[in-house]
């Protein structure tokens, strides 16, 4: 087995109020890191400010992903009810005459289309989420802390990475003992 | 003062009792999921079990033998299965109501059920969804609804209700499943954060995800909750709709109305309101919640149950009337006869022999929740536990007046018929909460029953108030003095 050393992952300074964690979030903001975050136990609002993070793109890909399904809703029953060629060798079409509308009756077609739309708009919205944030990702440097697990409880952390252009031992040191935190450490993580 | 602070002027006070702490929240609620189960849990736990059981022979028995074995016959094509469908799907609306509208309308008193609720729907559309599935007899055969050619190159015909009704089903099932498990993924991380043996870290682990609580994540993750409540609310409201297609597009005297999309919403979301008091209210006392679902959270739900009950009221008189106002013969037969029991005698010489039915259904859905104009009802434990459980045998009676009454006479007085349900329609039904109850025992025992990070976020003070920060640093010798760390 190879030597394990270990390198500075992350600086992690705890607090015990919002208003703390959120005054603190300033000072990091304003001293232009880019890799950091706070961790709370519950969102906390307001935070997007005190963090100057730009407004999240989710309902992009939701209505994106919505009104595709949309589209394929009609594109099936158009497909399947209305018309009788093969177009991907997936077996033809069948007109249906039922209760005297025609094959391709569109009022009748809505409620299918509200459903297909609303699904993969849910699917997009929680793969779209999972995407943005870079989740499920079971191993992080941070969980090595065993302070954090109050983060889950009644703590509030921040972290600033050491893969910041602007991490440096000593200085991100200072700025973080400047604003006061309760606690504060050095995560290390092993190379091997 | 922050916006989430309660408005003082409006007599708003906090939800959870003065000086409870974050940290007592994770307790209370975690705790549960920690500690070793109450003997009540067990209790019912086996009873459930034992009741599944029976759900099991009964649907044995039904799949060797056939849908003969239920009481369901010509003209009464449709009796216990389809009225146990519609309510157990009913039962199911009040979860997707209480997480994904009252969210939408900033009710802040739903973070101390949603969950409870959200589970709810997932396991009382899965009892729902067996019904249609039983109901054809040959369940084998179900794949015939999906979009797929049968042996003669027919696919489904997508103009049928009973389609839609599969594709909003299924939407619908789907959609809650993945609601509630966004919703659960902080939870997860919290119990995970706590677990002291290693099967516990993992297990929890897997299913948070690496959840750190980074606010990165929260950032789109509420973003993302939010768009869940937005497409939940529409597609609440379409499920039902469509489930009363079913019975609005045909021409069956007592089903053929245009209130009924309306009507059948506000039906199910009083049945399941009045089931998610129920099991609250057993819940609270096992596991003795009282701190964090108070009774502020149960004089709400009262009320909201007073005015549904109001509208499900309206509905019932207002179908009396267009039965009335329309002069159709075959309508007012259905709503005078076969309902309230009045007009002429049957072929038999009887009075309309389901009238107990209809009063029971009025007496239980409009006049028992009546009581809560009254805010000592509105606050005692005993009388909205028994209100809750007569409106949930209201609401099902509601769905058998709508399916029996209407189709056992209808146009030919010479089709006419009876219903009578068989000792397997009984055992179906009663197995059907075995099913539930054993799924819902299970969530509450290892799954938090409670939305740990949004009640935490409902405490005073919980969100840091910006401005006065702000304001705060412009001043030169209000900064902290950096403490040495250790």
Redesign the interface.
């Known amino acids: 087995m190879a030597k394990q050393t270990k390198k500075p992952a992350l600086y992690l300074a705890e607090y015990e109020?919002?208003?703390a964690?959120?005054?603190a979030a300033?000072k990091v903001r304003d001293a232009g890191y880019q890799n950091w975050?706070?961790?709370?136990?519950?969102?906390?609002?307001?935070?997007?400010?005190?963090?100057g993070?730009k407004p999240?793109r989710?309902?992009i890909i939701?209505f994106i992903f919505?009104m595709f399904g949309v589209a394929l809703a009609v594109f099936?029953?158009q497909y399947?009810?209305a018309f009788d060629f093969d177009l991907l060798n997936v077996?033809?079409?069948?007109p249906?005459i039922?209760?005297g509308?025609p094959p391709g009756?569109f009022p009748?077609?809505v409620?299918?289309m509200?459903?297909?739309g609303?699904?993969l708009?849910?699917?997009a919205?929680?793969f779209?989420?999972?995407h943005?944030?870079k989740?499920?990702?079971?191993?992080?440097p941070?969980?090595e802390s065993d302070r954090?697990?109050?983060?889950?409880?009644?703590k509030f952390f921040i972290?600033i990475e050491a893969g910041d252009q602007k991490f440096d031992l000593e200085r991100t040191?200072a700025l973080l003992?400047?604003?006061?935190?309760t606690?504060?450490?050095l995560v290390e993580e092993e190379v091997q | 003062m922050s916006y989430d602070a309660p408005i003082k002027e409006l007599g708003e006070t906090s939800l959870l009792p003065e000086g409870t702490t974050r940290n007592d929240i994770t307790e209370t609620i975690a705790g549960v999921t920690e500690n070793p189960a109450p003997r009540g849990w067990w209790l019912l736990f086996l009873l459930s079990v034992s009741v599944l059981g029976v759900m099991g022979a009964a649907l044995a028995y039904l799949f060797i033998q056939g849908v003969g074995v239920w009481g369901n016959n010509a003209p009464v094509y449709w009796a216990w299965d389809i009225t146990n469908f519609v309510w157990w799907i009913g039962i199911g609306h009040a979860g997707t109501l209480i997480s994904a509208i009252l969210f939408l309308f900033r009710q802040k008193w739903r973070t101390s059920i949603n969950r409870f609720a959200e589970a709810m729907t997932v396991f009382a559309v899965l009892c729902a969804g067996l019904f249609p599935a039983i109901h054809t007899g040959r369940p084998w055969f179900d794949y015939y609804l999906f979009p797929i050619p049968n042996q003669m190159d027919m696919w489904p015909n997508f103009k049928s209700p009973l389609m839609w009704d599969v594709f909003a089903v299924s939407t619908y099932l789907t959609i809650s499943v993945i609601f509630w498990y966004v919703g659960l993924i902080p939870d997860f991380a919290t119990l995970r954060d706590r677990s002291k043996n290693l099967v516990r870290k993992r297990v929890y682990g897997f299913f948070a995800l690496g959840w750190r609580g980074a606010h990165r994540h929260w950032q789109h993750y509420e973003r993302a909750y939010l768009i869940f409540a937005g497409i939940s609310t529409p597609l609440v409201l379409s499920v039902h709709s469509v489930v009363s297609f079913d019975f609005a597009t045909s021409v069956v005297p007592g089903w053929h109305t245009t209130i009924f999309p309306p009507y059948f919403v506000a039906g199910a979301v009083f049945s399941g309101f009045a089931l998610v008091m129920t099991l609250m209210l057993i819940c609270r006392s096992i596991f003795k919640l009282q701190n964090i679902v108070t009774i502020k959270h149960l004089d709400l739900m009262n009320k909201f149950m007073l005015g549904v009950s109001l509208l499900v009221g309206y509905a019932y008189a207002m179908e009396f009337f267009i039965a009335w106002y329309s002069s159709n013969p075959y309508e007012q037969w259905v709503f005078f006869h076969n309902r309230l029991g009045w007009g002429q005698l049957d072929s038999k010489g009887n009075w309309g022999p389901l009238w107990w039915a209809y009063y029971a259904m009025v007496f239980c859905n409009v006049i028992v929740p009546q009581i809560f104009w009254f805010k000592r009802a509105r606050t005692s434990v005993p009388i909205m536990f028994i209100a809750s459980i007569l409106i949930n045998i209201g609401m099902w009676f509601e769905r058998f007046v709508i399916i029996v009454t209407s189709t056992y006479q209808d146009f030919l007085p010479s089709s006419w018929g009876m219903f009578h349900p068989t000792l397997i329609d009984i055992l179906t039904y009663l197995g059907t909460f075995g099913l539930f109850f054993t799924l819902f025992l299970l969530f509450v025992r290892w799954i938090p029953m409670i939305a740990i990070a949004e009640v935490k976020g409902n405490l005073p003070g919980a969100h840091p108030d910006l401005h006065a920060l702000e304001a705060h640093d412009e001043e030169p010798d209000a900064a902290a003095v950096p403490v040495p760390a250790e």
């Open positions: 109020t919002p208003n964690i959120a005054q300033m975050d706070c961790h709370t136990p519950y969102a906390l609002h307001g935070m997007d400010e005190a963090m993070l999240t989710i309902g939701s919505g099936m029953m399947t009810n077996g033809a079409g069948y249906l039922v209760g509308k009756a009748s077609m409620p299918i509200f459903e297909l609303i699904l708009c849910g699917f919205t929680l779209g989420m999972l943005l944030i989740l499920p990702m079971h191993n992080h941070i969980f954090f697990e109050a983060a889950s409880d009644d972290s040191k003992e400047a604003t006061n935190p606690h504060l450490e």
